[in-house]
Nanobody, 119 residues
Framework: QVQLVESGGGLVQPGGSLRLSCATN????????MGWYRQAPGKQRELVARISTDGITNTEDSVKGRFTISRDDRKNTVYLQMTILKPEDTAVYYC?????????????WGQGTQVTVSS
């Protein structure tokens, strides 16, 4: 069982920065692709960015150039550095661990951390 704990959310003014962290338990972190998703009120959860086990990243167009995902396998932690934040970035941000197996996919989610961008 993979447990994910997010931290780093909060209230920030437009143009500001935040860094989200997602720490996992155990020593199997390196086997999982990691991702950050977000869900704004009244909207579906959407992918923000993801990073594969070998460090390949994929970032959603609306945050490209502003958000950066990274991982530290020694610390079992994935990060989302967010800069030039906009009010439309306001959402609950969720960490995801994903692994594809022959018999099916494994997905684990954190509890979410609130990010509010407002003046």
């Amino acid at each position: 069982q993979v447990q994910l704990v997010e931290s780093g959310g909060g209230l920030v003014q437009p143009g500001g920065s935040l860094r989200l962290s997602c720490a996992t338990n155990g020593n199997i972190f390196s086997l999982y692709d990691m991702g950050w998703y977000r869900q704004a009120p009244g909207k579906q959860r959407e992918l923000v960015a993801r990073i594969s086990t070998d460090g390949i990243t994929n970032t959603e167009d609306s945050v490209k150039g502003r958000f950066t995902i990274s991982r530290d396998d020694r610390k079992n932690t994935v990060y989302l550095q967010m800069t030039i934040l906009k009010p439309e970035d306001t959402a609950v941000y969720y960490c995801n661990a994903h692994r594809s197996l022959i018999l099916g996919d494994l997905d684990y989610w954190g509890q979410g951390t609130q990010v509010t961008v407002s003046s």
